[in-house]
């Protein structure tokens, strides 16, 4: 390691005391993470809240061998040390990056390869919204998925981090998208961010309004809901459409019938991000630098951020995270 700027021995992180609710996450004094050959040591500005972080506080998502305990899959925030084999990076540089863990803390550590610039125009802040989903939504959709210019894409939980990012990605990439969200407020953000159009689960049936709005079906879906929506998602799908499953809030364990799959030719997908490998990560950050970086430069993106909460207040964060009443991304601020 090698450093112009004096460290402290000790930071600020916030650690899971047990599996439980929000407040088993509490501020605790942590020794400096140190980072390998190629890796570099970050002052975390902010790290963002997702929703794997409430699983892992939970016990239902440990992190992988290796792997600090402290929670944070994403933060923004200035390189203030460098592995002797890290190249790309130097002191002073200001960066974002996809985490294995250690978000929630005054300084983290990343791998050099999965660290990005901070965009054109993004404060360095809200910069920490954008690894985690910006990293999922490329994967999913345009790597697994093969979403191309001209096809329709249904986006379930449309106002969420992922949702946001999605709808406004694949649209200003010629995507017709259609979202749906559980409120007509969240249906009216989710138009604005340029969803062709959005659909109140609550009060309307999406297979029947994907069917009537496309004609055919849509041919990709981004599903984190999973449980009764494996089988409702066959239905909305045209011939030969992709279904990429990134998380299972209704559940994983369902009995569906899958006949569709095979009249329709469909493919059914998923995938996680923190267990994948660092080259697989690499490509997908360089996939996101070419082709999203310069999205948010010209306009056509922007995070979309409800909420900043001190560090100490990443209990509160989780609350509201699990409530659902938040659109878009929840932050926490180390300053």
Same mark, same amino acid.
């Given at each position: 390691?090698?450093?112009?700027?004096?460290?402290?021995? /000790?930071?600020?992180?916030?650690?899971?005391?047990?599996?439980? *609710?929000?407040?088993?996450?509490?501020?605790?004094?942590?020794?400096?993470?140190?980072?390998? &050959? /190629?890796?570099? %040591?970050?002052?975390?500005?902010?790290?963002?809240?997702?929703?794997?972080?409430?699983?892992?506080?939970?016990?239902?998502?440990?992190?992988?061998?290796?792997?600090?305990?402290? =929670?944070?899959?994403?933060? +923004?925030?200035?390189? @203030?040390?460098?592995?002797?084999?890290?190249?790309?990076?130097?002191?002073?540089?200001?960066?974002?990056?996809?985490?294995?863990?250690? $978000?929630?803390?005054?300084?983290? @550590?990343?791998?050099?390869?999965?660290?990005?610039?901070?965009?054109?125009?993004? /404060?360095?802040?809200?910069?920490?919204?954008? =690894?985690?989903?910006?990293? #999922?939504?490329?994967?999913?959709?345009?790597?697994?998925?093969?979403?191309?210019?001209?096809?329709?894409?249904?986006?379930?939980?449309?106002?969420? $981090?992922?949702?946001?990012?999605?709808?406004?990605?694949?649209?200003?990439? $010629?995507?017709?998208?259609?979202?749906?969200?559980?409120?007509?407020?969240?249906? !009216?953000?989710?138009?604005?961010? *340029?969803?062709?159009?959005?659909?109140?689960?609550?009060?309307?049936?999406?297979?029947? !309004?994907?069917?009537?709005? #496309?004609?055919?079906?849509?041919?990709?879906?981004? &599903?984190?809901?999973?449980?009764?929506?494996?089988?409702?998602?066959?239905?909305?799908?045209?011939?030969?459409?992709?279904?990429?499953?990134?998380?299972? %809030?209704? $559940? /994983?364990?369902?009995?569906?019938?899958?006949?569709?799959?095979?009249?329709?030719?469909?493919?059914?997908?998923? +995938?996680?991000?923190?267990?994948?490998?660092?080259?697989?990560?690499?490509?997908?950050?360089?996939?996101?630098?070419?082709?999203?970086?310069?999205?948010?430069?010209?306009?056509?993106?922007?995070?979309?951020?409800?909420?900043?909460?001190?560090?100490?207040?990443? +209990?509160?964060?989780?609350?509201?995270?699990?409530?659902?009443?938040?659109?878009?991304?929840?932050?926490? #601020?180390?300053?």
């Amino acid at each position: 390691m090698s450093t112009t700027i004096d460290l402290p021995a /000790s930071q600020t992180s916030i650690e899971i005391t047990q599996p439980g *609710g929000p407040e088993v996450l509490q501020s605790t004094s942590r020794d400096m993470p140190v980072p390998t &050959d /190629s890796q570099v %040591l970050i002052k975390v500005a902010a790290a963002g809240v997702n929703r794997p972080d409430v699983f892992q506080r939970m016990g239902f998502y440990p992190p992988p061998p290796g792997v600090t305990d402290i =929670p944070g899959l994403e933060a +923004s925030g200035t390189v @203030v040390a460098i592995g002797s084999g890290v190249q790309r990076w130097k002191v002073g540089d200001q960066v974002c990056a996809l985490l294995s863990g250690g $978000g929630y803390a005054e300084y983290a @550590v990343a791998e050099e390869s999965i660290c990005l610039p901070i965009p054109e125009g993004l /404060s360095l802040t809200d910069a920490a919204a954008l =690894p985690e989903t910006c990293f #999922t939504v490329w994967h999913n959709l345009f790597e697994r998925a093969e979403l191309q210019a001209g096809e329709w894409l249904l986006v379930h939980g449309g106002s969420s $981090g992922i949702g946001t990012t999605a709808i406004q990605m694949a649209s200003a990439m $010629g995507i017709k998208v259609i979202a749906t969200a559980g409120s007509d407020e969240k249906c !009216a953000v989710c138009e604005k961010l *340029g969803a062709v159009k959005a659909i109140n689960y609550r009060q309307q049936d999406f297979v029947q !309004a994907c069917q009537e709005i #496309t004609g055919t079906g849509v041919n990709v879906i981004l &599903d984190m809901v999973g449980g009764d929506y494996v089988q409702q998602n066959f239905a909305a799908c045209a011939p030969k459409a992709r279904i990429v499953n990134i998380a299972f %809030l209704r $559940g /994983s364990k369902v009995e569906v019938d899958l006949l569709p799959l095979m009249l329709k030719q469909l493919v059914l997908t998923g +995938s996680t991000l923190r267990a994948q490998p660092i080259e697989n990560k690499a490509r997908i950050a360089a996939g996101v630098e070419s082709q999203v970086w310069p999205l948010i430069a010209q306009g056509k993106f922007k995070p979309v951020i409800n909420s900043r909460f001190p560090l100490a207040q990443a +209990s509160e964060a989780h609350t509201l995270m699990e409530s659902n009443q938040h659109i878009g991304k929840l932050l926490l #601020t180390t300053s």
